[in-house]
């Protein structure tokens, strides 16, 4: 299953849960309802004297004798939908700042990405390992560090603001193979678009847990003599029932709103482990953590209360389920285990009596060059990290499947992680340590944009060292040297790992990044299509991680024809005039639906502006419009069957500002597809 369409099982899922939820909302407001008859009945007992829709009985109290009340359905429907929908809007827009925000609330601490901790970097290395394979934005790094127990979550709401949090025991207590197979569930969770729906559930559960809140509210009212009442004790006797009935009536509904929760995220759980091992082609990575967690006295359990509010976020159950089990969010680690090893023997870790963790050397840690790949399979040796003369990237062009490319974006697999271990172990240090600080990132970026032309690159030095200050343009100048031997294939997987410390820019330092990245690109006159496929990229994510609830504006390919037109003349221009035409017919013969509408546009009516502006519309519409769209503009790339190192380049921006994960091209798998 693709990207796409494990987000489009996100959205069915999503639907589902809002009908489930729409019912629970609807049997609140009739219990609400009917307890109102009752109380309404109680308050006013005149009504045995007039036309009311019951009487009162000195002996039974209250009787009703018509069930349908207008007034008081529509003021109690009103009232509920008022308070459900407050609350949960309150929440969600608590929670819509990102997963940075989220891992905040619950204690946790960001990772500070110059570590000296071999255990924390150790997770960095894993996290970098992760992203460059699946084609995400570096994920935010949190750490929980008063939780001893194994346990780990992902948050956010798109691939661009996610975070990924690990308790303390989880770094100290797994090997680098278990933390991978966790790290590795996680990230299945960020693809498959699981992270949205674990906060729209978040937030629809607390806006029916207030009910009961408010109930709770009243009677503590009551505890502290804050309700007058008349002589007959009538204001107190009112003030409890209502009181009663909010409370019961609101936790009810929160049960059943725990047990839709559960029910989903335990089959969330079992693709998440498959799409691990999937992905590290190693079981026992996965199984270990599991077998860990089950030796381990505290197991995967969380200290922090304020975190119970996230329990189905968790790699494992986080908090004791009630109910028998009914709210268990993950399903029996028993059962977790045998899914990935149908021969486990029911055996669980035995810890040690005393546990060591201050003696781990640099090369176990996992640290050596950077990134040490994992084993194959249980028992295989470890692999020593090929050396950047072997990594398997040709110079000229590459064979180029479009539709086999595009149906690979945002997979889990081996071969990704295995390239992505290799295109890191190539980078040069000083280079991924850049990515890590907000200042040298932002210095790194422009050093990507430098000419080769010595007077040319002269003044580009003197505009960072005037924008950006004489510390800027120092730090410009001592990345170049690790620059000059760089792998062009790994300008943009930089820019990925770069991106966590640029979100920490506040508003004006970032519009003067932005101000100055903009001016070393317009410094020749030109914008070559790098230039144009890093700014876009690195923008538009950066954007997207301030505003992560971008709303889906446009799911018609007849209201973005214009804009796909735009995009698909310019992608067909790069390969050359006297091949656009025909280049251009390769890719609208994706699109019949609106083929026939696609016209080549002159290149002056496709330039940079009208791109830009197009690229804008088309990132706020629907999966299959964004699928097509890349299917087509790789055919158009790759008319002659190859794509080039540039156009490459070209398609993997296209995608990251489509907010998709870029896929990997020039690797083993691609070529060979």
């Known amino acids: 299953m693709d990207f796409f369409e494990a987000q489009e099982r996100a959205h069915r899922r999503t639907h589902r849960l809002v009908v489930l939820f729409v019912f629970a909302v609807l049997g609140t407001i009739a219990a609400e309802y009917l307890v109102a008859l009752f109380i309404t009945g109680y308050a006013h007992n005149s009504g045995r004297h007039g036309r009311h829709s019951y009487y009162y009985d000195d002996n039974a109290g209250p009787i009703v004798t018509n069930w349908w009340n207008p007034q008081i359905f529509t003021g109690v429907a009103l009232a509920t939908l008022a308070v ?18 989220i891992a905040e609330s619950v204690g946790a601490r960001a990772l500070n990405p110059n570590t000296t901790d071999l255990h924390e970097r150790r997770l960095l290395n894993v996290v970098e390992e992760m992203a460059i394979a699946s084609g995400v934005p570096m994920p935010a790094v949190y750490v929980m560090d008063e939780e001893p127990g194994i346990n780990a979550f992902a948050a956010g709401l798109t691939t661009s603001d996610a975070a990924v949090t690990v308790t303390k025991g989880t770094l100290e207590k797994l090997t680098r193979d278990e933390l991978q197979g966790v790290i590795g569930h996680e990230f299945s969770h960020i693809l498959n678009g699981d992270m949205r729906l674990n906060v729209r559930v978040t937030a629809v559960i607390f806006g029916i847990l207030v009910i009961g809140l408010m109930g709770r509210g009243l009677l503590y009212s009551l505890r502290y003599g804050r309700v007058r009442s008349d002589r007959k004790g009538g204001g107190i006797a009112l003030v409890l029932a209502i009181g009663l009935a909010l409370l019961i009536i609101g936790y009810v509904g929160y049960f059943f709103g725990r047990l839709i929760q559960a029910a989903v995220s335990r089959q969330r759980e079992f693709l998440a482990d498959a799409s691990s091992v999937q992905f590290t082609r190693n079981p026992g990575g996965i199984t270990g953590a599991l077998k860990k967690i089950g030796g381990y006295t505290l197991g995967s359990d969380v200290l922090n209360h304020d975190a119970s509010q996230f329990s189905h976020f968790f790699f494992a159950q986080a908090f004791r389920s009630n109910f028998g089990g009914l709210w268990a969010t993950h399903p029996a680690l028993g059962e977790r285990i045998r899914a990935v090893d149908p021969k486990w023997d029911g055996k669980v870790f035995d810890p040690p009596e005393v546990v060591d963790v201050a003696h781990e050397s640099f090369a176990q840690a996992g640290l050596v060059h950077g990134a040490a790949p994992p084993p194959l399979a249980v028992g295989i040796a470890e692999e020593a990290t090929p050396p950047p003369s072997v990594w398997s990237r040709p110079p000229a062009p590459i064979p180029f499947k479009p539709t086999q490319v595009v149906a690979d974006v945002g997979a889990l697999t081996e071969t990704h992680f295995r390239n992505a271990q290799t295109l890191l172990s190539a980078i040069p240090t000083a280079l991924r340590e850049a990515t890590r600080d907000p200042a040298r990132a932002q210095a790194l970026v422009y050093a990507l944009l430098l000419d080769g032309d010595e007077a040319m690159l002269a003044r580009q030095q003197q505009m960072v060292a005037q924008d950006a200050g004489a510390e800027a343009a120092a730090i410009l100048a001592s990345l170049r040297p690790a620059l000059a031997g760089l792998d062009p294939a790994a300008r943009l997987p930089l820019l990925q790992l770069s991106l966590p410390a640029l ?77 656009a035409a025909s280049a251009f017919a390769e890719g609208i013969a994706q699109l019949p639906v609106i083929a026939r509408q696609l016209v080549l546009l002159e290149p002056a009516a496709c330039g940079i502006e009208q791109v830009d502006a197009a690229l804008d519309k088309l990132a706020v519409s629907s999966l299959p419009i964004k699928k097509r769209l890349l299917v087509a503009a790789g055919h158009v790339i790759a008319a002659d069957g190859t794509i080039t190192e540039e156009e490459g380049e070209l398609f993997r921006a296209l995608t990251a500002t489509l907010d998709v994960p870029m896929p990997q091209l020039g690797m083993a798998d691609v070529s060979a597809a």
């Open 503 to 579: 979100r920490s820019l506040d508003g004006a330092a970032l519009d003067r990044f932005a101000t100055t990245l903009d001016e070393l690109i317009q410094a020749d006159g030109r914008v070559t299509p790098f230039e144009f496929a890093l700014q876009k990229m690195l923008l538009g994510q950066l954007r997207l991680a301030q505003a992560p609830a971008r709303k889906m504006q446009f799911d018609s390919f007849d209201a973005v024809r214009h804009e796909i037109s735009v995009v698909l003349s310019a992608l067909a221009y790069v390969g050359g005039e006297a091949q």
């Open 84 to 101: 459900v929908g407050g609350a949960s809007l309150f929440k969600w827009a608590a929670m819509r700042q990102g997963g940075a925000a």
